[in-house]
């Protein structure tokens, strides 16, 4: 199982970017999922979660500014984030609990993606 963050970029203070975390390989489902960052000097934070039955939970600088959202045919998230702030730079990374077949039983193991980089600066 792999899971591929996409969707970083340069934009300037005031804009959006949508990211994209997909899984790919033997998955049988997808469970809890979630949105952390880290910037530069700064520990890893979470960003936002989203439960497999579409709950989310976000930390208070992202609310109101980000979407998190998941499509279970695609075992694919998503994080639409609008009116970007400097302090949003950071390295975006995704994490999923996937089920998988594995060892003669269906189980759930964590997955992180790559990171993918996202720089908000005029």
């Known amino acids: 199982v792999q899971l591929q963050a996409s969707g970083g970029g340069l934009v300037q203070p005031g804009g959006s970017l949508r990211l994209s975390c997909a899984a790919s390989?033997?998955?049988?489902?997808?469970?809890?999922m979630g949105w952390y960052r880290q910037a530069p000097g700064k520990q890893h934070e979470l960003v936002a979660e989203i439960s497999s039955g579409g709950m989310t939970d976000y930390v208070d600088f992202v609310k109101g500014r980000f979407t998190i959202s998941r499509d279970n045919a695609k075992n694919t998230m998503y994080l639409q984030m609008n009116s970007l702030k400097p302090e949003d730079t950071a390295v975006y990374y995704c994490?999923?609990?996937?089920?998988?077949?594995?060892?003669?039983?269906?189980?759930?193991?964590?997955?992180w993606g790559q990171g993918t980089e996202v720089t908000v600066s005029s």
């Open positions: 390989g033997s998955v049988f489902s997808m469970k809890s």
């Open positions: 994490k999923a609990g996937v089920v998988t077949w594995s060892d003669s039983a269906f189980r759930e193991y964590d997955y």
